[in-house]
T-cell receptor, first 115, second 110 residues
Framework: NAGVMQNPRHLVRRRGQEARLRCSPV?????VYWYRQLPEEGLKFMVY????????ESGMPKERFSAEFPKEGPSILRIQQVVRGDSAAYFC?????????????FGPGTRLTVT | GENVEQHPSTLSVQEGDSAVIKCTYS??????FPWYKQELGKRPQLIID?????GEKKDQRIAVTLNKTAKHFSLHITETQPEDSAVYFC?????????FGTGTRLQVFP
């Protein structure tokens, strides 16, 4: 699980700016999940992606949030026109789904602070 | 709806005692139930998981039990140590995603 990389680890944005969060899954994993964690709360599912496809985005806010996982490069979670309520830790996880399981291994997270 | 309830929200035990955390889920189609440990400021770490075709699984001091009929699953930690102190999350699979419980903060006092 140490193989899931996220950057930046900390990101400060002013209200109205854009935030871009990057996630590189474990080598060989082609399934990426994004979660949001508010202070003292649990992990809330946002989106599940495979290479070049969004599989399930039922947890994504309808506006300002988007995600992609291109054929080459990391997965990106993009938040446009950030507001204070977007301040949270954003974790991505990757999974070797072709192993037949749902095992998800988490990255270290990006802590977004909106001032 | 999609829901995983977790109890208790906080748990304090003396070193060497056992700790039990319980979760219930709502979707009868759920078939995978992992447990994660999260230390302060760190990533959630998968510590044990169980699938619906198994009733119990054990790994050293950690065990998980599953009651599919009642839609309950539990984490048991025996001989607790101070380094077990963390927040523990249960989760249940719903379709292609995991739904997490709200977490249990476990404190083990020496």
């Amino acid at each position: 699980n140490a193989g899931v990389m996220q950057n930046p680890r900390h990101l400060v944005r002013r209200r109205g700016q854009e935030a871009r969060l990057r996630c590189s899954p474990v080598k060989g994993h082609s399934h990426v999940y994004w979660y949001r964690q508010l202070p003292e709360e649990g992990l809330k599912f946002m989106v599940y992606l495979q290479k070049e496809n969004i599989i399930d985005e039922s947890g994504m806010p309808k506006e300002r949030f988007s995600a992609e996982f291109p054929k080459e490069g990391p997965s990106i979670l993009r938040i446009q026109q950030v507001v204070r309520g977007d301040s949270a830790a954003y974790f991505c996880a990757s999974s070797p789904r072709d192993s037949g399981g749902y095992e998800q291994y988490f990255g270290p997270g990006t802590r977004l602070t909106v001032t | 709806g999609e829901n995983v309830e977790q109890h208790p929200s906080t748990l304090s035990v003396q070193e060497g005692d056992s700790a039990v955390i319980k979760c219930t889920y709502s979707d009868s189609a759920s078939n995978y139930f992992p447990w994660y440990k999260q230390e302060l400021g760190k990533r959630p770490q998968l510590i044990i998981d169980i699938r619906s075709n198994v009733g119990e699984k054990k790994d050293q001091r950690i065990a998980v039990t599953l009651n599919k009929t009642a839609k309950h699953f539990s984490l048991h930690i025996t001989e607790t140590q101070p380094e077990d102190s963390a927040v523990y999350f249960c989760a249940a699979s719903i379709g292609d995603k995991l739904i997490f419980g709200t977490g249990t903060r476990l404190q083990v006092f020496p």
